[in-house]
């Protein structure tokens, strides 16, 4: 092969390497940005389906509350020992009763959308300013209760059966939401060394080889 030929070839080289792992890189980088969006879709879709429910709720609870009231009418026009008024006084406490469970119902999942809400809010925010984004306990906690929400208690799993402390519950959060290495750092506030100190910590209490990868294992736990 002449000179030429030779620089060719190489130059081709190059390029071939270069455009797979540009493709590679995008396709990662893709696959990271996609999969923090499908859960932001999935936490979406959860409040659509809630403010669904406390809406069939809310018509359920008017038709309780129209009953109750009038129950209550006939009851004033019943003579207290007749059969009629101890019909009309079981259909009222009946009644009376599913009248509390709607309003249980509606106030729940009116608290738990808020909730969700807040913490859907709070991850966005803190994806896109980590550094002024100074997280509460009680913060912490909702984007806790969020995660074992929508990944089948993974937090609360990890806690009871290996006895991770609170940090580890944040690094392991911030993974299931596919937060980077350099995002998790930015929230943290913390060293590239302490980091890593944090994780080989956390790979030994889920009993895991050196070799293996600890973000890729808490995504698929």
């Not at 079981?90 to 809400?117: A, W």
Request: one cysteine or more.
């Amino acid at each position: 092969m002449d000179l030429p030929s030779s620089w060719t070839f190489a130059l081709f080289t190059l390029c071939f390497v270069a455009l797979i792992a540009g493709a590679l890189l995008g396709f990662a980088v893709g696959f990271r940005t996609g999969g923090r969006q499908e859960r932001f879709r999935l936490v979406k879709e959860k409040l659509k389906r809630n403010k669904a429910a406390i809406c069939r709720w809310q018509k359920e609870r008017y038709e309780y509350a129209r009953q109750v009231k009038q129950l209550e009418e006939d009851l004033l026009h019943s003579a207290s020992e007749s059969e009629h008024y101890k019909e009309r006084m079981s259909d009222l406490e009946f009644y009376q009763q599913k009248l509390r469970e709607s309003e249980r119902i509606i106030t729940s999942l009116s608290v738990e959308n808020e909730c969700q809400s807040d913490s859907l809010s709070m991850l966005v925010q803190l994806k896109e300013d980590p550094l002024r984004t100074n997280l509460t306990r009680e913060e912490w906690n909702g984007l806790f209760h969020l995660t074992d929400i929508l990944f089948h208690h993974v937090l609360s799993d990890l806690k009871e059966k290996r006895g991770i402390t609170r940090h580890e519950q944040e690094i392991c959060c911030l993974v299931k939401w596919n937060f980077s290495r350099k995002e998790q750092l930015a929230v943290f506030n913390n060293t590239s060394e302490a980091l890593t100190k944090s994780k080989n910590r956390l790979k030994k209490k889920l009993r895991l080889d050196e070799k293996v990868d600890l973000d890729q294992f808490i995504r698929l736990y």
